[in-house]
């Protein structure tokens, strides 16, 4: 079993950033794939980005540029850096990660963008 909790949500103004955390309570480096999904007001959820235990990554398009994803497998985390956000972005993120045959989830961090 695999446990998985965010941090580092908050209530941020507009094109300011925020870090997420997603700390596992196993070693990251057994799971083939992590990421963040995030859900909006009365909107659906959706992934933002993942990244491999080979490192690759992949970003939905709105995401480019502005979020990086990446992974600390020494101290089994994994972060998002989220810069220039904007009101749109703002959701329930939730961390996720795949061992190739069974789905975790976090509980989610709230992310508010508003001035």
């Known amino acids: 079993q695999v446990q998985l909790v965010e941090s580092g949500g908050g209530v941020v103004q507009p094109r300011k950033s925020l870090r997420l955390s997603c700390a596992a309570s196993?070693?990251?480096?057994?799971?083939?794939?992590m990421g963040w999904y995030r859900q909006g007001p009365g909107k659906e959820r959706d992934w933002v980005a993942y990244i491999t235990a080979d490192g690759l990554t992949k970003y939905q398009d709105y995401s480019v540029g502005r979020f990086t994803i990446s992974r600390d497998n020494a101290r089994n985390l994994l972060y998002f850096q989220m810069n220039d956000l904007l009101p749109e972005d703002t959701a329930e993120y939730l961390c996720?990660?795949?061992?190739?045959?069974?789905?975790?989830w976090g509980k989610g961090t709230l992310v508010t963008v508003s001035s």
């Open positions: 996720w990660a795949f061992d190739g045959v069974t789905e975790y």
């Open positions: 196993v070693s990251i480096s057994r799971l083939y794939k």
